[in-house]
Each structure stands twice: as structure tokens, then as C-alpha cells.
Nanobody
Framework: QVQLRESGGGVVQAGGSLRLSCTVSGLTFRIYAMAWVRQVAGGERETAAKISWSGTRAEYLEPVKGRFTISRDNDKNTVYFEMNNLKPEDTAVYYC???????????????WGQGTQVTVSS
């Protein structure tokens, strides 16, 4: 059974930082591209960042460039999302996803975590 378990969400003031983690089991982690996908209340899901299977390539949604960093540890089956200088508009549910790199930032995600809430207060 494939499981993606996110942790690290919470409430933070604008300008603060959070680090999300996602530990994966039930699949060969090192062959999958990984992503953090976010969804604001009532909105569509959008890929905030994705990282290649090797960790050598990463792409970001324009509003998070320079503030957020995606990384992975293939020995620990874990992907991370370091979020700095958070803004109220970053408030969303953040999902960890596994799949294929795809042709654009959206990627092709086959497996999903349950999501973790990130709330940024002004």
C-alpha cells in the first residue's frame, strides 16, 4: 500500500518559516519525481514546486521562487519543503505528490498524501 505522510504544517506569522516533510512508503521512492501541490480554499490545486527523481532538477511556481526550496533524501524516502518569508497568500493545504516530471510545472502525479494545512497570519 502506497502511503505519503506529510508533517510540519501549522500557523505562522507573515515573514516566518515552516518546513514540511513527506515520508513515502510502498513504492520505489528514488524513481519518482516528487512535488508539493497546494490548494487554497475554494480554489484549484497548483504545483508549488517539483523535484526530479535524482534531486538534480527543481522547478517552482513563480510566486514562491526565491522563498521556498524543495529537496529530497532518497535514503530516507523523504521530500522536504523549506518555506521562508511566508505571506498570507501562501495559506493553503499543501499536498505531497509522487509521479512523473511531465512537460510543464504541473507534472503528472499518481500518488497523493492527505495534505497539511499552512496558515499565514498577517
Amino acid at each position: 500500500q502506497v502511503q505519503l505522510r506529510e508533517s510540519g504544517g501549522g500557523v505562522v506569522q507573515a515573514g516566518g518559516s515552516l518546513r514540511l516533510s513527506c515520508t513515502v512508503s510502498g513504492l520505489t521512492f528514488r524513481i519518482y519525481a516528487m512535488a508539493w501541490v497546494r490548494q487554497v480554499a475554494g480554489g484549484e490545486r497548483e504545483t508549488a514546486a517539483k523535484i526530479s527523481w535524482s534531486g538534480t532538477r527543481a522547478e517552482y511556481l513563480e510566486p514562491v521562487k526565491g522563498r521556498f526550496t524543495i529537496s529530497r533524501d532518497n535514503d530516507k524516502n523523504t521530500v522536504y519543503f523549506e518555506m521562508n518569508n511566508l505571506k498570507p497568500e501562501d495559506t493553503a493545504v499543501y499536498y505531497c505528490a509522487a509521479g512523473s516530471w511531465g512537460s510543464d510545472l504541473s507534472g503528472l502525479w499518481d500518488y497523493w498524501g492527505q495534505g497539511t494545512q499552512v496558515t499565514v497570519s498577517s
